[in-house]
């Protein structure tokens, strides 16, 4: 019995790594960090031979492992080997398979639109296309994950995939060759004069996703482009590099943000470089409460430098850093090792970033549609105007209903990362209640929206669009004075 404990315990030394060694080196190898050793050997023992079901050592161990790191803090875990790459997977953005996003509907994948220039747009697959067998099996019965996990795969093998299109439609298939599938977390078009841009999560595609996405709108609208939107509306986070890189795409100097850990030595500073790639355009940051770290670095670095209007609602308050350690042959512990705070100093751990103009989403109803008003010009015996070019000229209505701008709605890639992490290409999971809505098998439609999609009305971001218009217009007679 006593060879088995100490076995476990070390065991445990092995898979707990640093933490142990930390906690050895701060108690100066004192004889209570092996009887809390030995505690853990003899609950280990008494678990494996007596609970009511059998349980394998390595769920046990790692069970320990991840109850240790969870009881920090809500966001450090520990990730076995098959969360650590997918991790990676979402994190690095790109990956083999279809290039299709799906949901599920009915015990049926769903697709909800196939991505441009990848397999499936190639084979013709269509929005609403329901996939009932991959590779001969039934995906009736697997849960969304499963078979997004069944079509994802080395590129270049094939995947035989049965579609059923239409209620009646008769199931067909088709084979597709897996191919390299970059996630893009940015979504861009044009509201008029005005550039809007939305990035879904930060992760190694997103800087260059950006950068396109501003050259494409300078391109579209030329010298009437009057500013940007900037939508990070429920992005739950991501890479740290990807957040300080976004910054700095809009500020010329000046810090970013700082991370400080537990030891004063520890702290970075990370400063903008100069140029702006928007060349001083008004820029409108949108947020809210699912806005969370890497978001809340960004909307916090161009609210501090007064370089963008931030608005919407209170974000979530993240303000710390997880780096993701590996674990040779076992997979990775994420640990929160730092806080970051903005460029004025503030940590917003709790309290998040308190927007500059404060938009809830609202519906807005045009009380004045049905009813009938009389105007000057209807009553009798008024004055003509004296303006010989107005006199055969409608008045215009008192009131316009404008145009509904619309939101994107942009699927969560798989499970976004809420955390900011210090390790490139690794990242925390997603922000409590920042659920996904569809899980692509490759990606979300990025990229511009298409022309003529209907979206519903966007409240906050019509408020976001009649400021950027006001500033111009401002502008504009300020410098025709």
Known sequence: MKMIKRAAAAAALVFLGAGVATVTAQSSNSSDTYRQLNLFGDVFERVRAEYVEQVTDEQLIESAINGMLTSLDPHSSYLNKKNFQDMQVQTRGEFGGLGIEVTMENGLVKVVSPIDDTPAFRAGLQPGDLIVQLNGEAVMGLSLNDAVEKMRGPVGSELKVTIRRGEAGEPFTVSLTRAVIKVQSVRFRTEGDIGYIRVTSFNEQTQSGLEKAITSIQQQ??????????????????????????????????????TRGRKAEEGTRFNAKPGDLIKGLP????????????????????????????????????????????????????????????????????????????????????????????READLKGALANPDAANQNRPPKPATTNPAAPGTPSAPNPGA??????????????GAPGAAPNAAPNAAPTDGAAADGDQQPFDFQLARALDLLRGVALFQQRAAAR
């Open 283 to 374: 820029l409108v940051v949108l947020i809210n409460g699912g806005s969370a770290s890497a978001s809340e670095i960004v909307a916090g670095a161009l609210q501090d430098h007064k370089r963008a209007i931030i608005m919407g609602t209170q974000s979530f308050g993240k303000g710390s850093v997880q780096t993701i350690i590996p674990l040779p042959g076992h997979g990775a512990m994420r640990l929160t090792t730092a806080r970051y705070y903005t460029p004025s100093g503030r940590s917003i751990q709790q309290l998040g970033i308190t927007p500059d103009i404060e938009v809830h989403v609202a519906k807005v109803e045009d009380l004045d549609k049905n009813i009938v008003r009389r």
């Open 416 to 429: 976004a990362p809420d955390a900011n992490s210090s390790a490139p290409g690794a990242a925390p999971g």
């Open 221 to 258: 609208v030329g010298d009437k482009l009057k500013g940007y939107v900037l939508d990070l509306r429920n992005n739950p986070g991501g890479l740290l590099d990807q957040a300080v890189s976004v910054s700095d795409t809009f500020l010329d100097k000046g810090e970013i943000v700082s």
